[in-house]
């Protein structure tokens, strides 16, 4: 007997696709991903979803999009309270309810894919795994993370076994709960989508209503709880909120990735802000972006799973905000400590510079010194510091470009009228922070200087004000006298 390379290919495809492998030409089978080629969406078909003609479009879109949001503002709690790995465990300790609800359904009714008994199983299962995590924490010394992850594991472990039991079972059919576990977002129905819309407004209402007690006990909880807050029923209310959407998510993008919408969308809002409320709303707009643009790519691009393309967006989202974060963005740390390192040289730069100028005249003060006369050159600063030519000569460009310090023709810096000024008021907030050391910390003489020079540059005008009330001696319009003798310079002449 001849054997044919359809039944081949017949024999090594699995009964439920069958039909499929019906129409799958052989030749394109054999290639195998060589034989596939990726197509872009044409026009039609993108104006097609941009304009939601599709009705299961229009569904997945609106469901995706409302689950994001809610997802987004619950996690900005989750992540504030510092239980962004709890999300991981709730998520995982729901498949051993989801199970459980099919095999006791399936036993009784003899149906188990009932999608309420499911969540219900799921929510059941949740809040057990919850409670666990936080018995654990409170009767034992175990850290939080070790917790957590024994309860992850544990809980997954016995839903991976109870699904092995759901599967050999006669009286139900089991296919399809593992879209459970990475989620089936492209078969979302009405009824889904509306579960999604109830749960997002109830978590728009409870954030609304108690933004001010979930503040409370995301930054100081010991503190709500001296003052007489319910700290224990407001943090069960709060994970009440992640419980629920952790549930409803499943659905959508699968207990492995939900914790993605409630996480990466809440820390990338971080990026932008330092306001709770902003950050609260913010996160909700990139959970519901994520979702909306996830789920259309999703429906334009073909084989790709829409419940991935959603995290991976929030990802791209988070990469985003990560790098252009008007508050904590990479970028704009990256520009503020190049500027604060340029402002601590050019202070330094200014205070020895001064100080040289003491050296030079010391009899008659700093207020009789000769500032335009005889100034140091550049081999005398580096002397005085761990300068780098480099660094000092870059130092000495940009005070010269600020018209604090002028060149005179032999090499020697000058200060300008301007730069005496500056300078002025560097050593005043250096030698006053000095003379609190002195009197108020027990610091020794000999050590202020270096303390100093290391607080001198985020000393503000109220800081300043507060250390001249403390030495009501100093005259507002002279310097304080160094409780130390000042270095002596190699070029002071």
């Not at 993008?253 to 990026?271: D, H």
């Not at 963005?329 to 003491?358: C, H, M, P, T």
């Not at 000024?421 to 200087?449: C, F, N, P, S």
Request: hydrophobic residues 55%.
């Amino acid at each position: 007997m001849t054997i044919r390379s359809q039944d081949v290919l017949r024999l090594s495809i699995p009964v439920g696709l069958a039909a499929a492998a019906a129409v799958v030409p052989v030749e394109a089978a054999a290639g195998g991903l060589s034989g596939a080629q990726f197509q872009w969406p044409t026009g039609p078909e993108l104006l097609r979803v941009l304009t939601f003609q599709d009705y299961n479009t229009r569904v997945v879109i609106i469901g995706t999009t409302l689950l994001g949001l809610a997802a987004g503002l619950v996690g900005t709690f989750l992540l504030l309270r510092k239980r962004a790995l709890l999300s991981d465990a709730i998520s995982h300790a729901t498949l051993p309810g989801i199970a459980l609800a099919f095999i006791v359904m399936s036993l009784v009714w003899g149906n188990g894919k009932h999608l309420l008994g499911l969540i219900s199983g799921a929510a059941v299962f949740s809040v057990v795994g919850t409670a666990s995590v936080m018995f654990i924490q409170k009767y034992s010394r175990l850290k939080d993370d070790a917790a957590m992850g024994i309860v992850l594991s544990v809980f997954f472990g016995f839903g991976i076994a109870l699904m092995g039991l759901a599967t050999r079972m006669q009286s139900g059919n089991a296919a399809g709960l593992s879209s459970f576990i990475y989620g089936k977002t492209a078969s979302m129905l009405f009824f889904d989508a509306m579960l999604i819309a109830v749960t997002a407004l109830a978590a728009i209402i409870f954030c609304m209503l108690f933004f001010k007690e979930f503040a409370l006990i995301c930054f100081d909880a010991d503190y709500g709880a001296t003052q007489g807050w319910p700290v224990t029923r407001l943090d069960f209310l709060m994970m009440s909120l992640v419980v629920v959407v952790t549930v409803i998510g499943l659905q959508a993008v699968g207990l492995i990735l939900v914790v993605a919408l409630l996480i990466i969308p809440a820390a990338a809002a971080r990026f932008w802000t330092f306001s709770l409320r902003h950050m609260l709303w913010l996160s909700g707009c990139f959970g519901a972006l994520s979702g909306m643009l996830g789920s259309g790519i999703s429906a334009l691009m073909a084989n790709l799973p829409a419940g991935a393309v959603i995290v991976l967006t929030a990802s791209t989202l988070f990469l985003f905000s990560m790098t252009f974060g008007s508050a904590r963005g990479v970028l704009k740390l990256v520009v503020e400590r190049y500027r604060l390192r340029k402002r601590i040289a050019s202070e330094n730069l200014l205070r020895d510079l001064y100080e040289w100028f003491e050296n030079v005249r010391p009899a008659d003060g700093a207020a009789a010194v000769e500032f335009q006369r005889q100034g140091p050159r550049i081999a005398d600063l580096l002397a005085r510091r761990s300068w780098s030519s480099r660094q000092l000569l870059r130092t000495v460009k940009h005070l010269t470009a600020s018209r604090d310090l002028t060149i005179d023709a032999g090499h020697r810096l000058l200060f300008t009228d301007q730069g005496v000024q500056a300078a002025k008021a560097i050593v005043r907030k250096h030698r006053l922070w000095e003379a609190y050391l002195v009197a108020h910390a027990d610091v020794a003489t000999g050590m202020v200087d270096l303390s100093a020079d290391r607080i001198e540059h985020v000393l503000d005008e109220e800081i300043i004000g507060q250390l001249e009330r403390l030495f009501p001696s100093v005259n507002p319009k002279e310097l304080p006298k160094s409780p130390h003798a000042l270095a002596s310079w190699q070029g002071a002449v």
